[in-house]
């Protein structure tokens, strides 16, 4: 028996709450079908497994948190948040989809015969215990598709898009993280986070034999051949966190535009070198100098440089440049200030 | 041994006091060796061995670091020795007790002179008493701060009101009647005017880096004030000028070798800053003293070594009205009118008259009013004028805003706030909440610092600017400092900030729900104190 629920009577028309508590009993009576004359009711669907709805005229979020063993077709176009949350029923819709079809969806499978909105496929989800979530659309997807998502497979087919610049709409995929995007057609203004790439093996297997199912579905079979010749197809994937600053370094910018030798090069002496603290060399503030006539030859200097940097030959005392640091105890243990730091 | 006399300095009026802890130490000498201020030294002490009253003539001696007590040598408290010390020996303590600075005076008969910040912070920020309160929620749409896209752009240079705009109608098509005051579309972050002097060479060229980096690869608009001491003549030349708003002060230093380049310019720059006074020492003028003053700062500034002091005002300008005449119409003939001109004034409670006579200026040669707020820093100034002049930059910088606004003139000649930006830890939210209380956008110079290793504090640590011995290199004058500085990282981080800056903008302009800048939006400001609510004319909140 097919469940029938005419939602306008007499000029008057049942709420959705009413829609929805109707649906809800009849379910617990055991109804399985139902065939709903809609009048713009939101959110319908139904609880429980082995439904099939067949519904004209839904309002928004048709299928939304639709479950496991759900079915739902819908004869012509839905407005938006087709199957928003779904996490299990298959929807069909062979018209148009509105803004923001397949909304966070994590399971089941959307097709949709038609265009969609702006923000379609956004922030959709894929829990690995469970299938990825499907979301087919015959033809084209408005501004801001697939933002954010995170997993799930989606495909947009390009049909009748002659003339588009995108069959993405613009600023496709921002903040996407996950899952895949199968398009076919010209794409414009995709996020700077995702690639496009060539199709492998494994996609042209899996657009195929959804493919047979989809159309099938929205009742557009003939399509077939046409949009499986794999020419225009193309997938976008969210590129890995390392690559997508993809720009050069600030030691590359400087080594590869900046001025040669440096912006001073001709004003300093400078080869770049940078200086630890407390180092030898040039690094040093301060360096030792030795007066012969001050000099009594005691050692001390020598046997108290923390650097070994004093030698003595026969007659006189050096500091050696590459290993003084230029600390002064040398200068402090003389007793006759025979070292100045200057 | 000399005995020791009252009336002489005593390691006690020191502003530090070296805690040496000589059971840790192993005499490795790397203390005294990083110090640029020769502020401690290795000593030898003699020591008695034994407390025997039999043996009391036993002393032995011993190495030990030691402070240097000395008016010129002392140490500033930056903590060199501290870092490089391998086993903690080392401790600098801040003297509560301090009286170096009466012994400065007393035995110099000189006025007290130092560089980086104002350490006399007695009154609070406001800043910090201002949260940004108006949350889009269900109100209208709030934006993604990572995802969406925003315009984080501000005016340099003239706005015209729509009704003054140069334009006519012919053949449908709009065309320019007149030439329109030049004008550019930049980053609301300036980096602010620090001189080839005041800074080392590394320090300069990191800043420089770094500009042109996050113009060509990042596409940042971001701008940078060159300071009052002229500019290698490779940069005129190149194609990076264009980055660059060059600075004429009182001194006018620079200024030989930016006019003999003109002729082999191919860019014009992003504009000219007229300096006429800075909010870390206001009245007072430029200074370098000589220590800093290194062969090349010579070449380029055409002066000996000596202590380079600008005069406090422009010579030969004595009114607000001469001054636009005289300076803003001769800086904008140097580059033929296409260049933006632009003025930097010491916040000040006069600071609103100026503002208002620029904005009656008939030739539209007023290109943007840069005011100094009094916590900014300095390369050197007098402890006096450093630490007691000045004006806030908040309420001044909303003085000015809402005057043009009372006019319905706002936007016409930009605002650009400055001095101590950052200072209690966030460079954005303060230039947040600047602009919306009315300036288009910032500028920083201490924030620059702090980011290439400035060791200095708002309580008194280090501070030595001055005197060239900057033990980070930054606003050293010789080699060994100097090559401390590290250009690519330097430049790097000055980048790595900005972009970081960039995103707290963003996080901050999403939930009041902009995406272009927020100028003069005081509706999202809120205060919790009732003076400041009152006074700059935001919501009170508790």
Known sequence: ?342 | MAAVKINELHKSDLPWILEYDESKCIQCGKCTAVCSFNAIKPAVETRKTSNSIVNKEKTEKVLVIKQNVSLDNYCRGCGMCANVCPNGAIKLIRNEDDKYSVAYRAQKADSFKKGGRSNLNTEGRTLDKIKIGRISQMTDPSLDAQRHTFELKTPFGRVLKADKLNFDVKDGKIIETAQLPPNRWIYPIIFGDMSIGAVSWRMWEAMAIATAYLNEVHGIPIRMCTGEGGIPTKLLKSRYVKYMILQIASGHFGWNRIIKSMPEMTEDPAGILIKIGQGAKPGDGGLLLASKVARYVQEIRGVPKADLLSPPTHQGLYSIEESVQKMFLSMNAAFNFQVPVAIKVAASVTSVSVYNNLLRDPYNIVGGFFIDGLAAGTGAAHEISLNHTGHPITSKLRDCYLAAVHQGRQGEIPLFAGGGLGQTGSFAADAFKLICLGANGVFTGRMLMEIAGCVGSDTGRCNACNTGLCPAGIAAQNECLVKRLDVDKVAQNLVNYILATDIELKKLMAPVGCSTLPVGRSDALITVDKHISRRLDIQYSC
């Open chain 1, 1 to 342: 028996m097919v469940c029938i629920i005419h939602t306008l009577k007499d000029n008057d028309r049942m709420s959705t709450q009413e829609l929805l508590q109707t649906i809800a009993r009849k379910i617990e009576e055991g109804e399985r079908e139902f065939e709903i004359e809609a009048c713009g009711q939101h959110d319908i669907t139904g609880k429980g497994a082995n439904l099939l709805f067949r519904i004209t005229n839904p309002g928004q979020r048709v299928g939304a948190m639709g479950m496991d063993g759900v079915k739902i077709i819908v004869d012509g176009s839905a407005p938006a948040d087709i199957g928003w949350l779904n996490s299990g029923a298959d929807i069909v819709v062979k018209g148009d989809g509105g803004d923001t079809a397949a909304h966070c969806a994590a399971g089941g499978k959307i097709y949709v015969g038609g265009r969609v909105g702006t923000r379609s496929g956004a922030l959709m989800k894929h829990d690995p215990k469970f299938e990825p979530p499907q979301f087919w659309v015959l033809k084209n997807t408005g501004s801001f598709s697939f933002e954010f998502m995170g997993g799930g497979i989606a495909v947009v087919c390009g049909f009748d898009c002659d003339g588009l610049s995108s069959v993405l709409g613009n600023r496709s995929c921002v903040g996407m993280v996950g899952g895949v995007v199968y398009v076919r057609g010209k794409v414009e203004g995709l996020a700077k986070c995702v690639e496009q790439v060539k199709l492998d093996k494994f996609d042209k297997d899996f657009l195929k034999s959804g493919m047979k199912e989809f159309l099938q579905e929205i009742g557009r079979t003939e399509l077939e051949q046409d949009l499986l010749d794999f020419k225009n197809w193309s997938k976008i994937l969210p590129l890995p966190k390392e690559q997508k600053e993809k720009k050069i370094s600030v030691k590359e910018f400087k080594e590869q535009e900046w001025f040669e030798g440096g912006l001073f090069g001709d004003l300093v002496e400078d080869n770049g070198e940078v200086f630890g603290l407390a180092q030898s060399g040039d690094a040093r503030i301060r360096k030792p100098e030795w007066e012969k006539d001050l000099c009594i030859d005691c050692s001390l200097c020598l046997n108290n440089c923390p650097q070994k940097a004093i030698s003595k030959d026969l007659t006189r005392y050096n500091a050696d440049s590459d290993r003084c640091i230029g600390c002064g105890i040398c200068s402090a243990v003389c007793p006759r200030s025979a070292w100045k730091m200057v």
